[in-house]
T-cell receptor, first 112, second 111 residues
Framework: QKEVEQDPGPLSVPEGAIVSLNCTYSNSAFQYFMWYRQYSRKGPELLMY????GNKEDGRFTAQVDKSSKYISLFIRDSQPSDSATYLCAMSLNQAGTALIFGKGTTLSVSS | NAGVTQTPKFQVLKTGQSMTLQCAQDMNHNSMYWYRQDPGMGLRLIYYSASEGTTDKGEVPNGYNVSRLNKREFSLRLESAAPSQTSVYFC??????????FGSGTRLTVV
């Protein structure tokens, strides 16, 4: 079993839809959780950062962490064609000394 | 601000040739990383350097070597390239694990 599992999609939605992206993980020691967005032929860029359990909101994006279920989610409200990208979840055990473990990424396409 | 700069952007190698991928960051980050990204495999860690003077193996280190030249620069060397090393290589840097900044990638083809 991989440490981090993420459905690769692809996921296709119409403009304005609510999108839910998810990852599960096996290591209960993970403390820091992130979502990265990667446009085609570009490097990933940090979208959301969460420590431990709970929700975090930033504009149209909401990140949720449920450590009891070892499950994290990213919600995108009022999706736009510009949200079309690959979304990667990432997590780490601590703040320093160990590298991030990434999911394989989910490819999202938002049609106008 | 350049962020993380990777060179070259594209490279074609013949099997058995060697090359070094260069990475430099101007954000005064302590930690630097090399990942490879393959279709269906996601980002896999090759090597990382938590701080200047230290390097550690990641998930897929075989066939690669790294050098943390100074705080700004972290290079990745392929001593004898193989077709299995055809990939997109990303360098990243961070202050602790908060928010990696990635370079734009090097697309490497080994024929």
């Amino acid at each position: 079993q991989k440490e981090v599992e993420q459905d690769p999609g692809p996921l296709s939605v119409p403009e304005g839809a609510i999108v839910s992206l998810n990852c599960t993980y096996s290591n209960s020691a993970f403390q820091y959780f992130m979502w990265y967005r990667q446009y085609s032929r570009k490097g990933p860029e940090l979208l959301m950062y969460t420590y431990s359990s709970g929700n975090k909101e930033d504009g149209r994006f909401t990140a949720q962490v449920d450590k009891s279920s070892k499950y994290i989610s990213l919600f995108i409200r009022d999706s736009q064609p510009s949200d079309s990208a690959t979304y990667l979840c990432a997590m780490s055990l601590n703040q320093a000394g160990t590298a991030l473990i990434f999911g394989k990424g989910t490819t999202l396409s938002v049609s106008s | 601000n350049a962020g993380v700069t990777q060179t070259p952007k594209f490279q074609v190698l013949k099997t058995g040739q060697s090359m070094t991928l260069q990475c430099a960051q101007d954000m005064n980050h302590n930690s630097m990383y090399w990942y490879r990204q393959d279709p269906g495999m996601g980002l896999r860690l090759i090597y990382y350097s938590a701080s200047e003077g230290t390097t550690d193996k990641g998930e897929v280190p075989n066939g690669y070597n790294v050098s943390r030249l100074n705080k700004r620069e972290f290079s990745l060397r392929l001593e004898s390239a193989a077709p299995s090393q055809t990939s997109v290589y990303f360098c990243a840097s961070s202050w602790l694990n908060y928010g990696y900044t990635f370079g734009s990638g090097t697309r490497l083809t080994v024929v």
